[in-house]
């Protein structure tokens, strides 16, 4: 039983990080796409070009 919890735990302490990794990255790209820098330096990828 006292493995189980532990388990447990470690799952929910998991999540807390794979959620706050993706808060963190979420506020990074809305900075960049409010300065205009994301598409600045090259054009977004077209997704009907074929590529080679």
């Known amino acids: ?24 990255n979420q506020r990074k790209l809305r900075r960049r796409l409010a300065e205009g820098q994301y598409f600045a330096g090259r054009a977004p990828r077209s997704v009907t070009e074929e590529s080679n």
């Open 1 to 24: 039983m006292r493995f189980l919890v532990m388990l447990w735990a470690g799952v929910e302490v998991l999540q807390l990080f794979a959620i706050g990794m993706l808060l963190v």
